[in-house]
C-alpha cells in the first residue's frame, strides 16, 4: 500500500511538473485594434520554428483577437493598411504588404516602412525578449505591453505616436489621394551603408544614430530607431502574456512643422505616453499563474490524504 501510495504522489508530481512547464513556456497574445480603420495583422514566425496561425488576419475596428503561441516560439507581428482583393481574388495592402497575394502571409514578412512588435519566448535564462522596431520605418502606432509577467525590464514598449503626418518629406510615402501612410527608414529612402549598418559602418562602433533615426527615437524613445539601439529598446519578461494594440487611445496625429531634406534636430514632439499601459502591464497573476496554484494545491491535498 505504501508503494502504491509513493508511486501514485510520483505520478501526480509529474503531471503537474509537465502542466506547470506547459502553461509557463507558452504565451497568449492578444490583439486589439483601436485604429478608425481595419487593420491586417501579418505574422511571420523566425526560421526553424512552427508557424504560428493563422499568418494574417483581419482585424476590424475595435475588434480584439486572441493567439496562443507555443513554448519557445519566436517571430514578429505587424499591421497591414489600406488592404483589398482585386476582381481576380488578390490580396494587396497599401502598407506592410508581405506579397502573398493572400490575407495569410504564408512564411514571407512585411515591406517597408512597417512598425514591427518582435518578439523571443523562452530565451536566455528563460526569459522572453521583446521590441517593437522602427528600423524597417514606421506605418501604425503599436503598444506591448505584458500582463502577468516579472522581471527588472519587464515593462511595455511601443511607438504611440503618429508619426504619418510630420514624417519628412524625404521618408514619406504617400497614398493615391495625396496622404501620408508611412514614413520610411533612411536606410530603404537613401541606401546608404551609414543608414543601414552595413559594409564599413556594420559595426555598433561605426553605425551611429543619424538625424533621421533620432527623429524616430525622439518621438518614440522606448523603440528600435536604428540597428545597434539595444540598449533602450529590447525589453524582458518571465511568464508574461501580451496585449499588442495598433493605434492606442493617446496616439495623436502631428502636423508636419518644417519637412527638410537632411534635418539637423529632432521635429517630433516626446513625452507621448499611454496611461492605460500601466494599468495592463501591473494587473495582477495571469491565468496561468492561478492554474499553476491551483494544480500545487490539488497535488498536495492528494499526497497528503494518501
Not at 512564411?107 to 518578439?119: S, V
Not at 534636430?265 to 494587473?283: C, K, L
Request: proline residues 5%; contains cysteine; glycine residues 10%.
Amino acid at each position: 500500500m505504501a508503494k502504491l501510495s509513493l508511486s501514485m504522489s510520483l505520478f501526480l508530481l509529474a503531471i503537474s511538473q509537465s502542466f506547470i512547464q506547459g502553461v509557463i513556456s507558452s504565451a497568449t497574445f492578444t490583439f486589439i485594434n483601436k485604429c478608425d480603420q481595419t487593420i491586417w495583422p501579418g505574422i511571420l514566425s523566425n526560421a526553424g520554428i512552427s508557424p504560428l496561425q493563422p499568418t494574417g488576419f483581419a482585424l476590424q475596428k475595435g475588434e480584439t483577437k486572441v493567439l496562443h503561441a507555443p513554448s519557445s516560439w519566436g517571430g514578429r507581428f505587424w499591421g497591414r493598411t489600406h488592404c483589398s482583393e482585386d476582381s481576380d481574388g488578390k490580396f494587396t495592402c497599401g502598407t506592410g504588404d508581405c506579397g502573398s497575394g493572400t490575407m495569410e502571409c504564408a512564411g514571407a514578412g512585411a515591406t517597408p516602412p512597417a512598425t514591427l512588435a518582435e518578439f523571443t519566448l523562452d530565451g536566455d535564462g528563460g526569459m522572453d525578449f521583446f521590441d517593437v522596431s522602427l528600423v524597417d520605418g514606421y506605418n501604425l502606432p503599436m503598444l506591448v505591453a505584458p500582463t502577468g509577467g516579472s522581471g527588472h525590464n519587464c515593462t511595455y514598449t511601443g511607438c504611440m505616436v503618429d508619426l504619418n503626418g510630420a514624417c519628412p518629406s524625404a521618408l514619406k510615402v504617400m497614398n493615391s489621394d495625396g496622404e501620408g501612410v508611412a514614413c520610411k527608414s533612411a536606410c530603404e529612402a537613401f541606401g546608404q551603408q551609414e543608414y543601414c549598418c552595413s559594409g564599413a559602418f556594420g559595426t555598433p562602433d561605426t553605425c551611429k544614430p543619424s538625424s533621421y533615426s533620432q527623429l524616430f527615437k525622439t518621438a518614440c524613445p522606448r523603440a528600435y530607431s536604428y540597428a545597434y539601439d539595444d540598449k533602450t529598446s529590447t525589453f524582458t519578461c518571465t511568464g508574461a502574456d501580451y496585449q499588442v494594440t495598433f493605434c492606442p487611445p493617446s496616439s495623436t496625429s502631428k502636423k508636419s512643422t518644417e519637412e527638410q531634406a537632411t534635418p539637423a534636430t529632432p521635429q517630433f514632439d516626446t513625452g507621448m505616453v499611454y496611461e492605460g499601459a500601466e494599468d495592463i502591464e501591473n494587473t495582477g497573476a495571469s491565468l496561468r499563474y492561478t492554474y499553476i496554484n491551483a494544480v500545487i494545491m490539488v497535488v498536495v491535498m492528494v499526497v497528503v490524504s494518501l
